[in-house]
């Protein structure tokens, strides 16, 4: 066996013995309420599909049509022949909906954040980061070398004090999700525009949870607190409450002209294939004519927290519907999620070093076509497992 290849046997080892060991299983169905496993049906509390569009017959009918008009592949990048025409719809759709100049779609919302990061700041800019930011963008800011200030999640006055303490002829960028999505809390935007107007910031944010979810028709944080300002620049996914695939980045027409020009994620990758971007474009245009979706959504997450809440679970201070249940040790987690599978209910155990070590959690997501049934299982399951297991 090679070096490296001994090197990979002891860190599995050494991460199975952790209890940290992550692998992969098949899921051979569609993305719904219920998914299929191993020949296993189960209840479905982990996926991002908020709204169940991953299989809405109007977003598989217009994947179809594209590829009978266009084929299943885009054949180049966006700026040598990949430009499937269906971009330019989708990406109008999307500055309408965001109530800005522009947008412009990448292949994911993790390849927009390097690519869009890496464009707009470099080693001389300073980045306010919340600790509890999407790896993605940990790992933009890291890539473009920027000097890198970590504030405590949602920690203004530290924020404050970091940005006091910039040597002038430095920028600066505040970078956070909109949607914290291990938290499932919602990042206090009003403060982050004082703070970047009183110091001469920008605000990088993004949207991947809160599209589709936050705000009227699902526009995302800024218009969940009625927020209009020119120092945010937002991005958001087409892979979470819109049901498909992509990313995307909506501002002014400057700004997306730069990345057009300058984000290498954009440019060094093969276009979308055509049935994604047509899935996209439905799937907007859906929320818009559809708002009860989001309502029902809403409705679900109120009736989960509050009886969740009312076990005395820690929900980490979630006001979303990503809802977490901190357990604390990773084992107990893991313990606790293959119990609820048992049950028939997958909700996946989150582990370091995706959440800090000692905040080892159950996350459960909801979608808005889930029954109050479906939910009422899933209630009563986590009083009965989490008093076995003593974590109640
Ligand atoms: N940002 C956040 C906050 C996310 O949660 C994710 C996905 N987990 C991404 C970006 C990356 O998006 P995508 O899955 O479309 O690559």
Known sequence: MSSWESQFQEESERLQAQGLLRTLFAVDSEQDTTITISGKRLLSFCSNNYLGLANHPLLKQAAISAIEKFGVGAGASRLVSGNCS???????????FKGVEKALVFNS????????????????????????NHASLFDGVKMAGSRLRVYRHK????????????????????????????????????????????????????????????GENGKGTRAHFDLQ????????????????FGGFVAGSERLISYLMNKAKSLIYTTALPPSVIATAIAAIQLIQKEPSRIMRLWDNTATLREAIIAMGYDTCGSETPIIPILIGEADVAMAFSKRLIACGIYVPAIRPPTVPKGKSRLRITLMATHTKEQIALLTSSLKEIGSDLGVL
């Open 109 to 132: 919302g993790y390849t927009a954040n390097v690519g869009i990061l890496n464009a707009l700041i470099g080693e001389d800019d300073w980045v306010y980061f919340d600790r509890l």
């Open 155 to 214: 920690d203004m006055d530290q924020l404050k004090k970091l940005l006091s303490e910039r040597p002038s002829l430095h920028r600066a960028m505040i970078v956070t999700d909109g949607v914290f999505s291990m938290d499932g809390d919602i990042a206090a935007l009003p403060d982050l525009v004082l703070l970047a107007n009183q110091y001469d910031a920008i605000i990088y944010l993004d949207d991947a949870h809160a599209t589709g979810v936050l």
């Open 229 to 244: 300002s020119d120092r945010i620049i937002e991005m958001g996914t087409f892979s979470k409450a819109l049901g498909g």
């Open 86 to 96: 269906l971009y330019e719809t989708l990406e109008n759709e999307i500055a309408t």
